[in-house]
């Protein structure tokens, strides 16, 4: 919101200057955005009036004026503005004055004597660009009429004001206002507020307009009021032009500039309406679906059911609390208006503008709140300066209420909340006369506290933290004492047994991935392609189409980051990331920490030594098995063939601890691979987090002194026996003395049945207290060759 600094000083003016109090409004929470004045920096302007003008004997363009306001009598002045003519009056830069450069960088420059085309000039007539006080550039700036000639121009215009342009959070709806910033600054320095005072105006005839309510909490309170015969070729007054300009507003005509006035002074928005294009009484009630409404600024809409709207027996004339129609409008041809004010409650108007394309000052206003006993007011206010300025007569008050407006609010104050949240002493006598300035009543206090009653005004308060924060803002952030933090902390426990996150990403650096970080919600589409089975979360209001529901796995976003960098020419990309996955159950949502991998292209980076082979699925297992030796109980892991919709059939493994299955790993599915426009095939693992940060205390075993003894066998199994399934059998028989068990070579092709295969492992014995003899080992490798040929039908090679 933008205000005059004049105009605010009329209403409280502390003994400081304009950089003390942008700073106090900041330190209060009413952050200041710009300060900027009014008009450029010039001296020696005067008003003056034209009271002679021929035309340049030798320039068809220029004028040869003779301008009063000086005293030794009128000056010649030669001019080229079209708008030159005799009765005006307009600023005049006298000879030596100083006006302001082209732009801000540029210095200013001086008015000296000057021939134009043979005929001297005594001066300059300005207009607005040229003093930098306004954006109107086509011409003369014209004073008004009385302007006082001779005077100078920065005192008869007041342009050495200032105008602060001040950010409101959405909270502090009271300061949307003259009256509301006056109200503040005068809390902040002790100062008495002069408000005008609003005198209620009699009715000079009985003519009303019937008013019904029909929405409820949405309009519980509605005022209007006829007023005949105005005469709307009646231009404002200049001060109250010149207020609405340097508050961002135009002038319009006198009704409409009236309104803008009063918003602005007591930040109720009002509306008048053409009494003759009214029909049968005004209904505030919500549209029907498709209701046409052709505003203000000549949009034609179709209304929304969820639209609350001022109407008439015709249909609607407006949307409440945003902006009128058309047909309604105040014109040049009105003589009659039907002038309204009223409470709209915010839940009512809040996003309708947004619907619509539209912001408004209105709409801006009753979003965050207006005071819901101003509208009488605002009234009273509107009409005594609409006859000032207009004339008519103003009829009785209609005033329409229901039982939905809101209540007054309490709200108790402890003492010893003020010193544990402020860590502040202050005297109980301070804070009463803090908050009672603020505008709240006491109702009851007590050795405990106080309670108080909160003005109609300050929505924003509402419990005990609030008062905290105006007692904070009003005795000074910038005062209150500092103070550490103590409290008896005692250091968790942590196990030696848990691992951390951090261990499992700098393994993964380690391996040549990089970290990614993707948005937790996905697009539907990519959803249904990597987990079909499951009905992911929708999102009530999406950022983007493409980010409409909740992810059940990381997938889908490591696939968008490698398309994403495909796209980039980086051909080789490995990424992991640790986050949520959201999957809906029997039991609600459940939020599922995990960790996923992905890698894709070749094996090692390009360089003269290494070569070109792209990675497979034993990549991808080698980095997830380093993953799981960090826990130092890799003998608890496995791998087993499983599905999944997103992998290959054959090219997929689960990864159980102690039986249960913990994640996945393998290659995309070739279809998806394919409706992703990926070249070659990609990698990817996920594991629940929880069964990775579970580890295993080392413990020592003493070394044996006494030789190990290996043996080795060459088994032909069937070709669809898993190798870790025959590693169990033979862990299973070979006994105590087993002690390192490996597979050291796979072979499948010429001179082995095409459905059998030949695995060859080897298997190493030791005593920890004595040499084994050949009978032992005999036995222990005659026993595994007899299990595995019963339970495999395996033989030796």
Known sequence: MKISESWLREWVNPSIGTDELVAQLTMAGLEVDAVESVAGDFTGVIVGEIIACEQHPDADKLRVCQVAGLPDGPAQVVCGAANARVGIKIPFATIGAQLPGASQHEEKWQIKKAKLRGVESFGMLCGQTELKAGD??????????DAPVGTNLREYLNLDDK???????????????LKGLAREVGVLNRAVVSEPTIHPVPAAIADTFPVALHAGSACSRYVGRVIRNIDITRPSPAWLQDKLVRSGLRSIDAVVDVTNYVLIELGQPMHAFDLSKLQGGVQVRLAEQGEPLQLLDDQEIKLNADTLVIADSKGALAIAGIMGGKASAVSAETRDIFLESAFFNPLAIAGRARSYGLHTDSSHRFERGVDYQLQVDAIERATQLLLDIVGGEAGPVVHVANDELPQERQVSLRKVRIVSGLSLDIADSEVVDILTRLGLKLLASSAEGWIFAVPSYRFDIAIEADLLEELARVYGYNRLPTRSLAAPLQIEARPEAKLGLPLLRRQLIARDYQEAITYSFIEPKLSVLFDPQVTPVGLRNPISADMAVMRTSLFPGLVNVLRHNLN????????FESGLRFVPGEQGLQQEPVLAGLIYGSRAPEAWANTAETVDFFDIKGDLEALLAITGDQER??????????????????????????????????SLQQQLDLPLSVYLFEVHLGGLLKGRIPAFSPLSRFPEVRRDL??????????????????TVAGELLVNLKIFDVYMGK?????????????????????LNEDEINASIDAVVKHLEVTFSATLR
């Open 568 to 575: 980039r020419q980086q051909t080789r990309v490995r990424l």
């Open 163 to 177: 105008l602060i342009e001040v950010d409101l959070t959405p909270n502090r709806s009271d300061c949307l206002s």
């Open 637 to 670: 892991f496995s791998f087993k063939p499983v599905k999944h919709s997103a992998l290959h059939p054959g090219q997929t493994a689960g990864i159980y601890r102690d039986g249960e299955l913990l994640g996945v790993v393998g290659a995309l599915h070739p």
């Open 751 to 771: 001179g082995i049945d095409p459905q059998r295969k030949s695995i060859a492992v080897g298997l190493t014995f030791q005593h920890p207290s004595r040499t």
């Open 714 to 731: 060459a088994l032909l199994v069937a070709r669809d026996l898993p190798a870790d399934i025959l590693l169990e059998a033979v862990k």
């Open 136 to 145: 109107d550039d086509t011409g003369l700036w014209e004073l008004p009429a």
